[in-house]
């Protein structure tokens, strides 16, 4: 039998600038499923993007899934994209295990937690504190060199990693510091500095973009702390479910937020297109 995708609509032109197009994945000319494909809003046409790629039960573990992905990447090479990404939600094991074994490499995940009515409490001589103007500088460049960082070490091309950092952080912190429903804090213990953090409130929830506990003070729980503290941030701005993303290979990070009730909503995964 010849799996094969049939397209269902022309090439789409997008407002955000990005191209896509649907397709019937097809057994013998019979539909059995469909595939989104489109180029990738941030990184734009050298990435190609699966956004849906749904077989229908009754012709699901016949390889199907497997021949329309790589059909998928040879439309991705005849437009010239250089890499492919894919989003399988939740803990979906098979679409996981059909990425991995068509080389795919997970690269992020994003995390999600409910939350109560009363902000934790922090262990004791932990307080947590707005970050002063002063150490705002030093903070965003740090954040913004470990941000091009992580994606440079996830097979993103270093222009394109450090353009989307400082993008990223130009709109996400307009007004520094004084951006509206964002809160940049300072953890001490006993004193004494040891982590940042940085949440922002949106409209159904709020989001920890970065934690950091710094690196003479790691290992006494203090990453721990951070989190309570920005749960208990999330809380008082009248939010009750807290998200997150985790970059691959965060060993330490994965470890906690599992630890502390968060769940897995979405994988991320690339591949280079050779």
Known sequence: MTTTLRPTEPLQRNDDGTRSRRYQVCVNGRPVGALHLGTHP????AVAR???LRIEEPDRRRGRGTVAALAAEEVARGWGCRRIETMVSGAAGPALRLATALGYVARNRGMEKALGDTPPELPPGSRARPMTEAEYGPWLAKGQEDYSRSWIERGVPEAEARAKSERDHATLLPDGPRTPDVFLS???HEGTPVGTLWVAAHEDRAYVYDVETGADHRGKGHGR???LVAEGQAISAGHRVLGLNVFA????AE???ESLGYETKQHILYKALL
């Open 186 to 188: 300072v953890l001490e």
């Open 42 to 45: 941030v990184f734009g046409d």
């Open 50 to 52: 699966i956004s849906e």
């Open 225 to 227: 702390t951070l989190m």
């Open 249 to 252: 290979g965060n060993a330490p």
């Open 255 to 257: 470890r906690l937020y």
